[in-house]
């Protein structure tokens, strides 16, 4: 019989890093209304607490909020251990802390004659603290993550990782080395997890979120000052053949999909949302 619901969610146990930021906000939101216990992880407990709070209030399904820091890991195991405390054991996982910083982007977008007296405005002024702070909340603040959690799945033979690439694993974009470079880790590491995973039945997949608004990444897209898109949202519009910036909502629908037994036969794939950005070819 065809089972074409998400049905299989409800009464669930799931955790997302980040989960108070934007994106994880809209992914908890969709959890909850199908029925899943959800564990926001955050490095600002006041938040994660308030969402979990909100969530459990609209959705009378169980949500928490817990403090933890994914490049830690050993604040990674006491969060593990209050989420089965509190919900049972961890049914899916999804990666989904990151972000960029100013600190690990570039002021020119290339080298040119015009700006080669000025260097330190290109990849040769950057500062090797801000590149680590950058790749390492994107891809080793989700390996540790799926260690953590990965264990225990592995350990009960079922289990559900899911992590959020970006459009730049596809396309480097300009003036974000750090983020590029890591969210192209996270792709190759979800094929390498799952082809790991594959006979434990554990399986991992990724969604690429297009381009959103959202607080990391708003000062490149708009004037501080104005409001105004910059050159370089204008140029993103450009070049997404439907001509918008996503909602966080858009990203719901292939997630819901990649952690429901709906897709029980897929493992190691990337699903873009991203309004067409990644089949536009220029021109």
């Known amino acids: 019989m065809a089972n074409n619901s998400f049905n299989d969610l409800k009464g669930k146990v799931c955790v997302i890093t980040g989960g108070g930021g934007v994106i994880g906000t809209a992914i908890a939101d969709a959890l909850a209304s199908a029925g899943v216990k959800v564990a926001i992880l955050d490095r600002r407990e006041e ?12 959705y009378k399904t169980n949500c928490i909020g817990v403090a933890c820091d994914v490049l830690d890991k050993d604040t990674l195991i006491l969060a593990s251990a209050k989420v089965e405390e509190m919900l049972g054991p961890v049914d899916i996982l999804i990666n989904g802390a990151g972000g960029n910083s100013p600190e690990a982007t570039t002021k020119q977008e290339e080298v040119n004659a015009s700006n080669i007296d000025t260097l330190d405005q290109t990849f040769f002024g950057l500062k090797m603290e801000g590149f680590h702070k950058v790749f390492d909340l994107n891809f080793i603040g989700t390996v540790l ?84 898109l910059t050159t370089r949202g204008n140029k993103i519009l450009a070049n997404t053949p439907m001509g918008k910036f996503g909602e966080p909502e858009d990203l719901q629908g292939a997630v819901l999909f990649l952690v429901s037994d709906i897709s029980k036969f897929v493992t190691g794939i990337c699903i873009p949302v991203d309004g067409g950005y990644n089949a536009f070819g220029g021109v």
Do not use: C
């Open 145 to 228: 993550p799926s260690m953590v959690f990965g264990e225990k799945m592995v350990k009960r033979g079922k289990g559900n990782i899911l992590n959020i690439s970006s459009m730049n694993a596809y396309k480097a974009l300009t003036k974000i080395p750090a983020y590029s470079a890591a969210k192209a880790s996270v792709n190759n590491f979800t094929e390498w997890l799952a082809v790991h995973f594959a006979k434990t039945g554990v399986r991992v997949n990724a969604i690429a979120p297009g381009f959103f608004l959202t607080n990391q990444n708003r000062f490149l897209l708009t004037d501080e000052k104005t409001g105004e």
């Open 47 to 58: 938040t994660a607490t308030a969402l979990a709070k909100d969530l459990t209030s609209r």
